[in-house]
């Protein structure tokens, strides 16, 4: 059996250790990198490629939500686990809708974080016993009745263009961040209100938050 690579992600440099001790000790693992933010923890799994990934729900830059979006097409056989502070839901089934395979609640204990790891390795989902299972089984109903999803459509520099755009920061600052011409950060923002049906930077806002590419706390 090859050995287990795993990721973790959590801007608490505490509780990236505690995981460490906790998957290396219970799990044989061998955690091949660790992360404080977003854009650091999808860098290093595109470049580790680790069978799983271990991310905080909220994390500075990226959240956990979109980092399990990109995961899917950067390291597709990477296995995310999204670890949270939140029961709620939505959240939940924003984060398996993301690609994610497990969602921890990071007031559980010891013995659920190993089992969700060790699922996810076997390509299993998991849930927190505290969430509910219809999440899982309503999760499979939605996703074989319709993989329309508009956010899929939009490209990865247009998904660069949304994340900053919802942050606040004008074409300018865009073209400057990501070395291109303003006029061209204006089309992938043109793009971005076509394909998602956004009206004006309000809309983009509140579509940013509700998919969790931002947070109000960013």
């Given at each position: 059996m090859n050995e287990l690579t795993i990721v973790l992600a959590d801007d608490h440099q505490v509780v990236r250790s505690g995981l460490r001790t906790l998957l290396e000790a219970n799990l044989g693992a061998h955690i091949v990198g660790?992360?404080?933010?977003?854009?650091?923890?999808?860098?290093?799994?595109?470049?580790?490629q680790p069978g799983v990934l271990v991310a905080d729900l909220m994390m500075p830059g990226?959240?956990?939500?979109?980092?399990?979006?990109?995961?899917?097409?950067?390291?597709?056989?990477?296995?995310v686990v999204v670890l949270s502070m939140h029961a709620n839901e939505a959240y939940v089934r924003e984060a398996l809708r993301a690609g994610a395979i497990g969602y921890v609640l990071k007031e559980a204990p010891a013995a659920e974080i190993i089992q969700a790891v060790r699922a996810a390795a076997e390509g299993r989902r998991f849930l927190s016993p505290a969430l509910s299972e219809r999440l899982i089984d309503s999760y499979i109903e939605q996703s074989s009745a319709t993989t329309d999803d508009p956010y899929d459509l939009l490209t990865e520099r247009e998904r660069d263009v949304?994340?900053?755009?919802?942050?606040?920061?004008?074409?300018?600052?865009?073209?400057?961040?990501?070395?291109l011409s303003a006029r061209t950060v204006e089309n992938y923002r043109a793009g971005i209100f076509r394909k998602l049906d956004l009206h004006n930077q309000t809309d983009l806002v509140r579509y940013a938050l509700k998919r969790g590419i931002i947070t109000l706390d960013t």
């Open positions: 660790e992360a404080a933010d977003g854009p650091s923890a999808l860098q290093l799994t595109e470049r580790l990226l959240t956990g939500l979109e980092i399990a979006r990109r995961v899917r097409h950067r390291a597709p056989n990477t296995r949304l994340h900053l755009a919802a942050l606040g920061h004008t074409a300018p600052e865009i073209a400057e961040r990501l070395v």
